[in-house]
């Protein structure tokens, strides 16, 4: 989802181990060629997952910042980037962010519920905005999503199983959509979302599911999302509740 859709800026945890490690090797004055220390010493000393370490490695890798070798493991790039390179979460770059990585960063307690999760072919429609043949592969998963215990969104996501094999294969009853994507082969990284929203009536199936009277406005987020090469990886359709969402934008004259 995109930053600020509640109001907040924080950095995900991958982002936040991101900048942390590329501090240190500034701290430490690292030069290109330079070696990191092993997955597993970085995963110790950042507190983090794996996945989540190899999510930061490839965000600091599509900077040109670090890169791997299949043998011997992570070196500071020969591209001289290093001394200006810096993420901070005070940039004005707009962020795509999802709906766990809000919940981490807010202290929220997230829970899912999959309505349904199947591999079916993508309709002409689905292949024109995801970019790939009709009858392809489509991962779609249907979900309730509840924060601190409340059901807060309705969302149906729609993904080519190409870029992410492992979805088809995943229990988002407790697994992350962008984590799996992120920690795929080649990594998956969300960088860019076109979003839109419009308030309607809810619909029958709405009404029983978020238990709310006919007369409760919904608001329904569209959003097509693009990895690191600027290719289509997912296109979603939230639906919230109007009276637990909001959304904020920031409008700015480039003239």
Not at 24 to 35: E, I, K, Y
Not at 64 to 86: D, M
Not at 98 to 121: I, M
Not at 231 to 242: A, D, M
Request: charged share 20%; proline share 7%.
């Amino acid at each position: 989802m995109p930053r600020g859709l509640f109001g907040d800026d924080a950095l995900p945890l991958y982002e936040r181990t991101a900048t942390q490690l590329l501090e240190d090797l500034r701290a430490a004055a690292a030069r290109p060629g330079d070696r990191l220390p092993s997955e597993r010493a970085l995963v110790e000393r950042y507190a983090v997952s794996r996945v989540t370490l190899r999510a930061a490695l490839a965000q600091l890798e599509a900077r040109g910042i670090v890169r791997p070798s299949s043998s011997r493991g992570w070196f500071v790039a020969e591209l001289g980037l290093l001394p200006e390179a810096t993420m901070t979460s005070g940039s004005a770059a707009p962020q795509v962010q999802g709906f766990a990585d809000y919940a981490q960063a807010n202290g929220l307690t997230t829970a899912s519920k999959v309505l349904s999760a199947t591999v079916r072919p993508a309709t002409v429609s689905e292949a024109e905005q995801l970019r790939i043949a009709p009858g392809a592969d489509l991962f779609d998963l249907h979900r309730l999503r509840f924060l601190d215990g409340l059901l807060v969104v309705l969302e149906h996501n729609r993904l080519p199983l190409a870029a992410c094999p492992a979805l088809a294969e995943t229990d988002f009853n407790t697994a992350s959509l962008y984590a799996t994507l992120r920690a795929a082969d080649p990594p998956q990284l969300p960088r860019v979302a076109d979003y839109s929203v419009e308030a309607r009536h809810p619909t029958p199936r709405e009404i029983e599911l978020f238990e709310i009277g006919e007369t409760m406005p919904m608001l329904v987020a569209t959003q097509l999302t693009s990895n690191q090469e600027s290719r289509p990886i997912e296109l979603t359709v939230q639906v919230y509740r109007g009276d637990r969402y909001r959304f904020r934008a920031s409008i700015t004259n480039q003239g």
